[in-house]
């Protein structure tokens, strides 16, 4: 995926909100992780690349409802990234 992409799908997220410095870090590494793999799950969001931000996993950063946001961001990320017709 490619970074003005990913970047666009987490404006609206961020529109209105005055994020942290280390959250603000965490969903920049987010958009890098990925446009390097393609997708993410919620549950990457718990792995050592973030740790470093967020040693207790992204709830030390967002809300319950911020997290349920992000999920149906990457769902809609995915969405996305997957053909939509078959090969002939």
Avoid: H, N, W
């Avoid at 997220?13 to 969903?27: E, N, V, W």
């Avoid at 992204?58 to 409802?65: A, K, Q, R, S, V």
Wanted: hydrophobic share 40%; charged share 30%; aromatic share 8%.
């Amino acid at each position: 995926m490619d970074r003005q992409a990913a970047q666009k799908a987490f404006e609206v997220f961020c529109t209105g909100k005055q994020l942290s410095a280390r959250q603000l870090d965490f969903l920049t590494l987010i958009i890098d992780t990925v446009v390097r793999r393609g997708i993410l799950s919620l549950g990457d969001l718990y792995e050592d690349a973030f740790s470093d931000l967020a040693p207790g996993g992204p709830d030390d950063l967002f809300t319950g409802d911020e997290l349920e946001r992000i999920k149906v961001i990457f769902k809609e990320l995915e969405r996305r990234a997957q053909p939509t017709t078959l090969a002939a």
